[in-house]
């Protein structure tokens, strides 16, 4: 291929039939699992209260999904007719502000489970019968797929809802093992061009698409994310006090709420300490910082004399081989994502610590650059050269624009269908409830 990337995205566009119905449903049952997790780990009057403002309560998260799978795999791919058209409206995301929905006539919690339950039925059914190529919703799956991502989504959402959430801890999980990292702060990316986004990949969403080329400068790139340590060093020294490190937005946003430490942090006695999913414990210093809103990534790396990457050298970093000159799918290679390669899919509720996971690093040695932490970039959300918007233009074209800042890599709380090298995030430059962080760069020429 001239484009550079892999002829046939991760390697399944061109697997059997068989093999892509195999892969669709173990995808289906993953997303499912994780949601029953969460709804299933708090009573009824939890999943209907609103936890923030910011946030649905978790039953509008649970019927939201069966919603969105009944009218993309029942009523679009099986041109089936709906089993509850009367309740479309209460789940449009466009419909209602989050704020406004604990308001709306909702399916009661055991009524959303057995809607959702119902609608897997029948995807399931529809996933058998159908032909898994001819039409762009069922080409490779497509469509199976996207829905299997749209519920990793929501639970990469509800899991934000349960580290908003007062009280007792309601879920579990081990704890990432220790690292040993001694490696260099930063890599220098060699500049030149590289292969940006996908035209192959089957189960990438309209804004990582297409393919195209990129001419990037050199840069360097930090080895891993900053840490909880290096940014303690920022507040230390006075960083939510001085306006110079600020845009002018920003210093304004942190002025009027207050803000003086990433979300969670409060101070007690000589240390800091935070709340994660209902557990009080000291800010451990080796671990990627995490809640932290752009304003905030943006004015440290001011402070340290650096940059935010911008979303093209991000992605350059983490996809380019230097050697072979193609994009790889991920950091690795071309292979799914395994447990030594990154912190994926809620296996742990918190970040690894920095320089875990060699086996996960870029070509060139960048460490952590798919899970534990999204990572904000320089770059506004805007489209590619070609863009197109499928199979709905409320995916991503309307939030096209200068409104929203690009987050790359993922987060802990990302499952592995959603986690490649190519998928884009975007969210406003104040959002801190999102499970979001930073890594620095800064230009070659400067060095």
């Known amino acids: 291929m001239t484009t550079g990337e892999p002829a046939s995205g991760e390697g399944f566009a061109a697997a059997d039939p068989e093999a892509l119905r195999r892969r669709a449903v173990a995808a289906l049952h993953t997303a499912r699992e994780r949601t029953a997790l969460l709804t299933g780990c708090v009573d009824d009057g939890e999943l209907t209260a609103q936890h923030s403002p910011l946030m649905s309560p978790l039953v509008w998260d649970l019927a939201h999904i069966g919603n969105?799978?009944?009218?993309?795999?029942?009523?679009?791919?099986?041109?089936?007719?709906?089993?509850?058209?009367?309740?479309?409206?209460?789940?449009?995301?466009?419909?209602?502000?989050?704020?406004?929905?604990?308001?709306?006539?909702?399916?009661?919690?055991?009524?959303?489970?057995?809607?959702?339950?119902?609608?897997?039925?029948?995807?399931?059914?529809?996933?058998?019968?159908?032909?898994?190529?001819?039409?762009?919703?069922?080409?490779?799956?497509?469509?199976?797929?996207?829905?299997?991502?749209?519920?990793?989504?929501?639970?990469?959402?509800?899991?934000?809802?349960?580290?908003?959430?007062?009280?007792?801890?309601?879920?579990?999980?081990p704890e990432p093992g220790p690292a040993d990292f001694t490696g260099p702060a930063e890599v220098l990316v060699p500049g030149g061009p590289f292969t940006m986004g996908t035209s192959a990949d089957p189960w990438a969403l309209d804004n990582e698409r297409p393919a195209h080329r990129r001419d990037v400068p050199p840069f360097f790139l930090d080895t891993v994310p900053v840490t909880n340590g290096a940014y303690l060093e920022f507040m230390a020294d006075g960083g939510y006090r001085e306006p110079r490190w600020w845009l002018p937005r920003g210093w304004a946003y942190i002025r009027s709420e207050s803000v003086t430490a990433p979300l969670f942090w409060w101070r007690e006695g000589g240390g800091w300490l935070r709340r994660r999913f209902g557990v009080t414990e000291p800010v451990p210093p080796n671990e990627p910082v995490v809640h932290v809103s752009w304003y905030e990534a943006d004015a440290y790396a001011r402070w340290a004399g650096r940059r935010l990457p911008r979303e093209a050298e991000w992605e350059k970093a983490a996809r380019h081989d230097p050697v072979s000159g193609r994009s790889r799918r991920h950091p690795w290679g071309d292979a799914d994502p395994g447990a030594d390669h990154a912190n994926l899919g809620q296996r742990h509720l918190r970040p690894a610590p920095a320089g875990s996971y060699p086996a996960g690093q870029s070509p060139l040695g960048v460490r952590q650059l798919l899970g534990d932490v999204w990572e904000w970039t320089a770059s506004d959300f805007l489209p590619y050269p070609g863009f197109r918007a499928f199979p709905y233009r409320e995916y991503s074209e309307v939030f096209l624009g200068s409104g929203y800042k690009v987050l790359r890599g993922g987060s802990f709380a990302v499952d592995r269908v959603v986690c490649r090298g190519t998928f884009r995030n975007w969210d406003y430059p104040v959002r801190r409830q999102i499970f979001a962080g930073f890594r620095t760069a800064r230009d070659a020429e400067a060095s």
């Open 68 to 173: 969105q799978e009944e009218q993309w795999l029942l009523r679009a791919v099986a041109g089936r007719e709906a089993i509850r058209p009367e309740i479309d409206p209460l789940y449009d995301a466009f419909e209602h502000p989050r704020s406004a929905r604990p308001s709306l006539p909702l399916l009661a919690p055991e009524e959303a489970r057995g809607y959702a339950a119902e609608v897997r039925g029948r995807a399931l059914d529809v996933l058998e019968r159908t032909e898994l190529r001819g039409t762009p919703l069922t080409e490779a799956g497509f469509a199976f797929g996207m829905i299997a991502q749209h519920e990793q989504q929501h639970d990469e959402t509800m899991l934000i809802t349960h580290q908003l959430r007062s009280g007792p801890a309601a879920l579990s999980a």
